[in-house]
DNA sequence: CTTTCAGACCTTTTT
DNA sequence: GGTCTGAAAG
């Protein structure tokens, strides 16, 4: 059923509430006109304000919502602008159309997807999927069993994925990422042509095809192009720095009728090159757009100067950027502290105690406090002690829920009730079964492929072997092919037959079916199969919801998280812990320039997320298995910087006598 | 052909 | 901690 509201016509005091707590800048930006605009937003200088007070103030213009694109990372982001913007003026700006660029791309090719030969139906591979694909070529071709040492299937993935992001070839990938393997070029040449042809076959599209089959659609097709560039005549695009190529090529390409295109971000803050992100996005839309207005927003309203000094000095360093300079008119405020413990444990000691005292003293609640660090193991240890004392907290980054065995094997199933010709799913479902192994799997999958009927292939299945499993394996094809039952009772019935296997096979599967049982829930919002798949991809649900129980919903969480994934956000108190050299900046980015400029940005970007008290740790005297060197620095980025701004501390451990 | 078990290996970051 | 690999047994 849809939902209305009546309201009186009353844009101009709307308009004026919209643009009332902007200051001057943020104002030129929201009320920007027509063409090109580039927004260089310093890290808390009200960005997602600025986003959300341009819809809004668009749409009272009289713009129709339903011709807006807002472009964001996440598409949670995306959303909770859209509901803050209808929230702030008018409920129509929910209307807007938003989300990431890869959901875009999903959007635009189940519509047009036959224009570039594939079936509208077609399947998306994440990250492990394409891997999985990747290896199994990999092994087809007979490169797993040669003595030569050959890359592994998530490094040859990972190599075609660069060149096909950063529009290299894979020589060239190799001779910057990969000198070792620069002998085996023609090798990973011939497996790349290969899972080209193979996901095309096999109606498949990983991350990267998403994007390039949209750009590959809007360069061959005109009227598609121009469709779209009418119906989308205001394009905005947050985090701009962490696109890559072919995502300012489509954008450029949407924006081409109107040029009405939007682009904000800060160049500062650009931590994705790893993924293909390139901040000569930011730097060269001038160049692009020769007539593009530029508006620097540098007042911070998140941080206290002592912080803002500390970023500053920080990002100074940087070899390239927008110059700009934070500043607040926030008083007071307690400098950062730089804290050296005697090893790893007893940065968790201290890190536990701070925040136990921060909670206890200053009333401050544990949700308003956030531990950032590289990279996810890093925290294994700091959980330990905040589970000794009962310290509540939510864990963002590392681990990925979806990709977890449990959730695949019952995704692998329900992927092949969509599509046949998914044969990685079907090997890995038919592999599930008890007797059934590589062999007897392979050739269930050509069967699957081949006769693309589940019938079929639950025939067969039942002829092959006559186990209990794959009886119950079959019946379930059957009923899950011939019902048209809701997503939720399909997710369910695979449940169900996965339940035994799964109890067989892991220890913790009481903690596995929940996650499970989470999924089911999630199908109820769906309507189709496909869909549900498509979002449990493109849009992965944070975290295993194993360790929350149902109370737990109005708990005080503490966060951790992983720098990348704390991008945004803000708390009243952060702990940045092993800000180590070696560990931030990794071992391994030292040798290249350009990725320890952007170990520098995520320093910055971790340091940014604070408001009134953060605090730097590391411990000293870790023995670094890989280059077997003891590192014992702080981070080479916070080295020489004065002790006005940055004090230090070191915390000597002491027998306790009793 | 399939299963199982022990040891090796490696651990950035994510749509 | 987790996955992957290889060898040996079923």
Redesign the pocket.
Known sequence: MKKYEVRPETSVTRQKDILAELNESQREAVTHGEGPLLVIAGAGSGKTKTLVCRVAYLVSQGVPPESILLLT??RKAAEEMLRRAAALSDPRCERVTGG?F??FANTVLRKYADLIGYDRSFTIL??SDSHDLVGFIREEMGF?SRTVRFP?KETVADIISKSVNKNLTIEDVLTIDYPHFSYLADDIEKIAVRYATLKREKNLMD?DDLLTNLKLLLVEHPDVRRNLSESFRYIMIDEFQDTNRIQAEIAYLVAETHRNIMVVGDDSQSI?S??GADFRNIMDFPRVYPDAKIVFLEENYRSTQPILDLTNTIISQAAEKYPKKLYTRKGGGNPPWLVATPDEHMQSVFVADRILEIHEDQGVPFSDMAVLF????LSFDLELELAKRNIPYRKF??FRFME??HVKDVLSVLRIVVNPQDEISAGRAF?LL????????SSLTKILAESGSLEEASRALTEVKRSDDCKSFAELLLSLSRANLPVSEMVGRVVNFYRPIMEKKFDDYPKRLKDLEQLEILAERYRSLNSFLTDVV?E?IESSVADMTATDRETDYLTLS?I??AKGLEWHTVFIIWVLDGKLP?M??AEDFA?LEEERRLLYVAATRAKENLFLTYPMNIYD??TQMVLSKPSRFIEGIPRNILPRYTVYEYQDSF
């Open positions: 990372f996440t990431t890869h959901s994440d990250r797993s592994k991350y994705y790893f993924r590289r990279a996810a193991y980054g590392g977890t065995a592999r008890e007797g059934i192994g590589k062999r007897k799997a493109l992965p992983t990348h994934s990794t391994k980015s990725q298995r890989a």
